[in-house]
């Protein structure tokens, strides 16, 4: 199994750090070349606004795009998400996401004194208690599309979800310390 990291800005060391503790190697993914041979992507938090810019100078953003659409599977966290929406609001003008996860998200939607917080949630599908979320200037799902099936909430919004083989998050597993949501994507990638 091949994992890759999209390595172009944000907290990418972050999700590596957690794979090789998981026993998986990962490269750092600057390349659409290296897309090609990737078994599973993590794509991570960091400045959506960024990494849409980098993706486009540096002419990666219609090969994510199908490697997403080809089905490879993909966790996408915080800035990560933003990247996969089909809807972003109060984005940059020129922000455009690569429109494969059928939900709208709004960026920094929680407001200054919330900015970052921490929440324990319950995850469907992860035995065990809950789940420590990490939100770190944290956009909001406004709206899920009939194929997202949400794996968690906060306060009454899906803060967890999945679309098939993408996976995305509003908060930090990456740095939460709890290796349980990428094992649980990885589990499924490896089929
Ligand atoms: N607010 C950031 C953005 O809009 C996301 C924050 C994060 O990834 N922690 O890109």
Aim: glycine share 10%.
């Amino acid at each position: 199994m091949k994992a890759g990291v999209l390595a172009l800005q944000g907290a990418f060391r972050e999700h590596r750090e957690v794979l090789h503790a998981l026993g998986f190697d990962a490269i750092e993914v600057r390349t659409a070349k290296q897309l090609l041979s990737l078994d599973a992507l993590l794509l991570p938090g960091g400045e959506s606004t960024t990494m849409t810019h980098l993706l486009r100078t540096s002419g990666m953003h219609a090969h994510l795009t199908d490697a997403l659409r080809d089905g490879l599977p993909t966790l996408g966290t915080c800035a990560g998400l933003i990247l996969m929406a089909k809807e972003v609001l109060d984005g940059r003008e020129d922000q455009i996401p690569l429109g494969v996860a059928d939900v709208t998200v709004r960026r920094n939607a929680y407001g200054r004194q919330r900015d970052s917080f921490e929440a324990n949630l319950s995850v469907k599908g992860l035995l065990g208690g809950t789940f420590p979320g990490v939100f770190i200037r944290a956009p909001v799902i406004e709206r899920v599309g009939p194929m997202v099936e949400v794996l968690a909430e906060h306060d009454g919004l899906p803060v967890l979800a999945r679309q098939g083989s993408l996976w995305f998050s509003t908060f930090h597993p990456e740095i939460s310390g709890d290796l349980r949501i990428h094992e649980a994507f990885l589990k499924e990638a490896e089929v």
